[in-house]
């Protein structure tokens, strides 16, 4: 699977959109961009997932460049309840026992 | 989305007793199973794959006669850590995948006195 990188933490105003950058410059044709955070003490929660067309569920946007090197994730209106750390992970989908393999991720502050 | 669940949520047990976590699909079938851990202020870490009705496949480092997997069945695989050390205790996580995105469960806090 393609390494990402992240910035290791952020912080966004109570309110306002978060932006979460990614790079995945070794990304492959066949693999996915996923994002999901972990609230301590929780397990990680999917948030979203795309090839190379953005997509944009309840939760998020995700916005992939057209070269597909690196995604952003765009939670709209940050609320407190979002501070989390946010993984973004790429992984092709062609093989049911492929796994995620988390890096380091972003730890977003949401700030009031 | 789906659900995976586990159970227990939070264990403390002695140190030289075995602990088993049970990891279940609430709504799809998973022919695949995942065991995480992970330890404070880090990330998670594959610990192995679990196959339903075969061996699991352990990451490298990973001792399989000490951490056992049994996966009897589409929706449930458990995890049994054997003669549990202070230096097991952490926070145990399972993942199943449906045909497309990769569930988490709730995750276990194992604490070895």
């Known amino acids: 699977d393609a390494k990402t990188t992240q910035p290791p933490s952020m912080d966004c105003a109570e309110g306002r959109a978060a932006n979460l950058p990614c790079n995945h410059s070794t990304i492959s044709g066949n693999e996915y961009v996923y994002w999901y955070r972990q609230i301590h003490s929780q397990g990680p929660q999917y948030i979203i997932h795309g090839l190379k067309n953005n997509e944009t569920n309840e939760m998020a946007s995700l916005i992939i460049t057209e070269d597909r090197k690196s995604s952003t994730l765009i939670l709209p209106h940050a609320t407190l309840r979002d501070t989390a750390v946010y993984y973004c992970i790429v992984r092709a989908n062609n093989n049911a026992g492929n796994m995620l393999t988390f890096g380091g991720g972003t730890r977003l502050m949401v700030k009031p | 989305g789906a659900v995976v669940s586990q159970h227990p949520s939070r264990v403390i047990c002695k140190s030289g007793t075995s602990v088993k976590i049970e990891c279940r699909s609430l709504?799809?079938?998973?022919?695949?199973m995942f065991w995480y851990r992970q330890f404070p202020k880090q990330s998670l870490m594959l610990m192995a794959t679990?196959?339903?009705?075969?061996?699991?496949?352990?990451e490298q480092g990973v001792e399989k006669d000490k951490f056992l997997i049994n996966h009897a069945s589409l929706t449930l695989s458990t995890l049994t850590v054997t003669s549990a050390h202070p230096e097991d205790s952490s926070f145990y996580i399972c993942s199943a995948r449906d045909p497309h995105t990769q569930y988490f469960g709730p995750g276990t806090r194992l604490t070895v006195l």
């Open positions: 679990s196959n339903e009705g075969s061996k699991a496949t352990y």
């Open positions: 709504d799809f079938q998973a022919t695949t």
